[in-house]
């Protein structure tokens, strides 16, 4: 299997296993896994746009896994899941078309203030997603839910940083729900939006599959464990996993986009000089 890695040698192979591990692990708490996962695919040596499609592939095989941990846990609203999933599928279908036509960079100021919005709401609000206050569906959430799933759905496919930390903060809000019950359902929604995303990426061409799929066995393992913590220590493991994945997301956009530091150039580097 080495030998069809590109001239990647075993400690290489070693350390984007372990980079995708923790990637896996992370993001089946709360979300941004991205962050660890791409630049380690982009330091193995593969071109940026086929990196970005085997990242997909690979990621989307470990949120297979963290959602089916959450499932059997009961964490899944399967009735909202099933009146929401789809627009999430469209939402990004269309997000992957509209970025080939516009710079994905006029998102970043947006994108910045709802996520600065997101931490100071979470942290003022002590007791936010504490609780299952979940009292059932309704026709007034379940059209907040669409239209959410549709955005952030569209919001994945066209640009995707803090889509993890959007998901669960919605979820809450919506349906008064808890931070497990939410990251759990939140699961679904993101797959649905990696799914369609993937569907682009192999239609285009733009997967290295020995890649993706060697780091999808090792990432589903990660998610599985990270889903299991989550599921077992609960909201008081979770929020403050949110809390802290959502600040280094919005310290990322920041510094890229206001700062001009080129974050994900600099992760990439890093890790190419452990694979050397």
């Not at 075993?10 to 350390?15: A, Q, T, V, Y």
């Not at 913590?229 to 986009?257: C, D, N, Q, Y």
Request: charged share 10%.
């Amino acid at each position: 299997m080495f030998g069809l890695m590109e001239g990647m040698d075993l400690s290489g192979f070693i350390f984007l296993g372990i980079a995708c591990f923790f990637a896996a692990f992370i993001d089946a708490i709360a979300g941004g896994g991205g962050l660890i996962s791409l630049p380690a695919f982009l330091a193995s040596g593969l071109p940026a746009h086929v990196a970005l499609g085997t990242n997909k592939v690979a990621a989307c095989c470990s949120t297979i896994a963290s959602s089916a941990k959450f499932a059997q846990s009961g964490k899944i609203n399967w009735q909202l899941m099933k009146k929401l999933a789809a627009f999430s599928f469209i939402g990004a279908v269309l997000g992957v078309k509209t970025v080939v036509m516009i710079d994905s960079k006029y998102l970043y100021p947006i994108a910045i203030v709802l996520l600065v919005m997101v931490l100071i709401y979470t942290l003022r609000n002590k007791n936010l997603g504490e609780e299952n206050r979940f009292e059932g569906l309704t026709g007034q959430n379940v059209k907040w839910g669409i239209i959410m799933a549709f955005a952030l759905g569209f919001y994945d496919g066209f640009f995707g940083p803090g889509t993890g930390s959007f998901l669960i903060f919605a979820m809450i809000r919506i349906f008064k729900i808890d931070f497990t019950n939410a990251s759990g359902n939140a699961k679904i929604l993101n797959l649905s939006s990696n799914v369609a995303s993937v569907i682009m990426f192999v239609s285009m061409g733009k997967v290295a599959y020995v890649y993706s799929f060697s780091m999808a066995a090792i990432m589903v393992v990660g998610a599985i464990i990270g889903a299991k913590m989550a599921v077992t220590r609960g909201t008081k493991f979770i929020k403050p996993m949110f809390l802290i994945v959502t600040t280094v997301v919005l310290s990322k956009m920041i510094a890229e986009s206001i700062f001009g530091i080129d974050v994900g150039a600099g992760i990439k580097n890093i890790m190419t000089m452990f694979m050397k």
